[in-house]
């Protein structure tokens, strides 16, 4: 819930990531947090999930607005699909 718990633990099953930091940023841990609002690589994606929040800035953007609505709900998983970060992952 605190945004912080890193992904790269979740992902290593599947991503083979050894490293906590994120790949795209080095000098950041890639948490839940770094991954939806922060990771140069999925710029264009938090854009779209922006506007479709009607949200300007990474600044207004929470995870409580992602998840206490079936709208930010539904928005957050295009989001995690349009990144692809997860998908070699087999649940």
Not at 2 to 13: D, I, K, L, N, T
Not at 49 to 57: N, P
Not at 68 to 76: E, N, P, T
Request: hydrophobic share 30%.
């Amino acid at each position: 819930r605190s945004g912080w718990a890193p992904v790269y633990m979740q992902g290593s099953r599947f991503a083979k990531q050894d490293s906590s930091r994120c790949s795209h940023c080095p000098h950041e841990v890639e948490t839940v947090n770094h991954y939806l609002f922060h990771c140069t690589k999925y710029r264009q994606q938090r854009k779209t999930m922006m506007d479709k929040l009607g949200t300007r800035t990474v600044a207004q953007l929470t995870l409580r607005q992602l998840t206490d609505s079936r709208k930010g709900i539904r928005i957050l998983l295009q989001y995690i699909s349009q990144t692809a970060r997860f998908a070699g992952f087999k649940g």
